[in-house]
């Protein structure tokens, strides 16, 4: 294990997993070896055999989180959000409270097109709970909340997610949008009142609404 690790922070990933191989037959029961060799077979961008080792860890020990945390990452880096969505799903069976499992998972059913706002709410909660700080897991909750039309919700978590990475685009973004959707919401609400309490004809309520467009172009 010794060597397989040197060898992997050395970059030398070949080298690494028959190193980690060898450390597999003199302990086969040694998980980490299984781990190590996934790993560097990411950083060779063999995918396919990743998912293979990250299994065999599965059969050995069912409830392994992070193997099939890693195991999911990898179907949604090759498309299979359903099967990822899966898998997060089991994770959250084997620990309710699992905060990177149910942040996203999350964020997957927001992004369906009919999809549970109330459970991606209550997940997304859960990861809140216990990752507050953590910028993607306040950016999972505004996106749950923009969808959900509560503006000013998410404009908050946008708003922690970009003072924790200013440098996030796609936070900067998601924050941008909220705002406009919040200033979009207020001004159709005060319209909306406006009429509501309007008792003029609609010539005199045609008159009034063309003051005000000609004062918003002054």
């Known amino acids: 294990m010794v060597l ?7 970059n030398s990933y070949e080298e690494a997993i028959t190193a980690f ?6 302990a086969p029961g040694t998980l980490n070896t299984y781990d190590m060799i996934a790993r560097a077979l990411i950083k060779l961008n063999r995918p396919g055999e990743a998912e293979q080792e990250f299994k ?13 945390m890693s195991l999911a990452v990898l179907f949604e880096q090759k498309g299979d959000v359903k099967g990822a969505k899966k898998i997060y799903r089991k994770i959250l069976e ?5 905060p990177l499992a149910a942040n996203n ?3 997957h059913i927001t992004e369906e097109e009919n999809g549970d706002l109330g459970e991606a709410l209550r997940l997304a909660m859960i990861a809140h709970e216990q990752m507050s700080e953590n910028p ?6 505004g996106r749950v909340y923009f969808k959900r039309k509560s503006y000013s919700l998410a404009e908050s978590h946008f708003k922690n997610a970009t003072e924790a990475q200013p440098d996030n685009k796609i936070f900067q973004e998601h924050l941008e949008q909220a705002r406009k959707a919040k200033e979009s919401g207020k001004k159709s609400k005060d319209f909306d009142k406006f009429l509501d309490n309007s008792d003029m004809d609609e010539s005199s309520l045609e008159e009034q609404m063309g003051e005000s467009i000609g004062q918003d172009w002054k």
């Open 105 to 107: 998972l999350a964020m």
């Open 21 to 26: 191989r060898k450390a597999q037959q003199l």
């Open 136 to 141: 993607n897991i306040n950016d999972t909750l």
């Open 56 to 68: 065999s860890i599965i059969r050995q020990l069912p409830d392994h989180v992070p193997a099939h």
């Open 4 to 10: 397989g690790d040197l060898l992997f922070k050395n």
């Open 94 to 98: 084997i620990n309710p409270n699992h």
